[in-house]
Nanobody
Framework: QVQLVESGGGLVQAGASLRLSCAASGRTFSSYVMGWFRQAPGKEREFVAAISWSAGNTYYADSVKGRFTISRDNAKNTVYLQMNSLKPEDTAVYYC?????????????????WGQGTQVTVSS
């Protein structure tokens, strides 16, 4: 069982940066693939980024590639999402998620555990 708690969201202007954190409970954090997803009002949840258990592999949605960076610190049981050059269209609730296995998945239904989400609002 893994419990996930996101933090770091807020209200920023376009072009600013934010770093989201997701703290995980459980001794086996390092064995999980971790992902970030987001959901804007009136829209479906969408994949943002994922990282392998060793941090050797990452994968990004095209919409955030080059602006967002996912990383993890297994010693701290924490995964991060560094978001640079934020745009108004990045406004959403951001969720971290964990899945067993080694494959980086973009389908949220393949993730086993979810956090409660943190709001990111980017003003123009």
């Amino acid at each position: 069982q893994v419990q996930l708690v996101e933090s770091g969201g807020g209200l920023v202007q376009a072009g600013a940066s934010l770093r989201l954190s997701c703290a995980a409970s459980g001794r086996t954090f390092s064995s999980y693939v971790m992902g970030w997803f987001r959901q804007a009002p009136g829209k479906e949840r969408e994949f943002v980024a994922a990282i392998s258990w060793s941090a050797g592999n990452t994968y990004y949605a095209d919409s955030v590639k080059g602006r967002f960076t996912i990383s993890r610190d297994n010693a701290k049981n924490t995964v991060y999402l560094q978001m640079n050059s934020l745009k108004p269209e990045d406004t959403a609730v951001y969720y971290c998620a964990a899945r067993t296995g080694r494959i980086l998945r973009t389908d949220g239904s393949r993730y086993d555990y979810w956090g409660q989400g943190t709001q990111v609002t980017v003003s123009s």
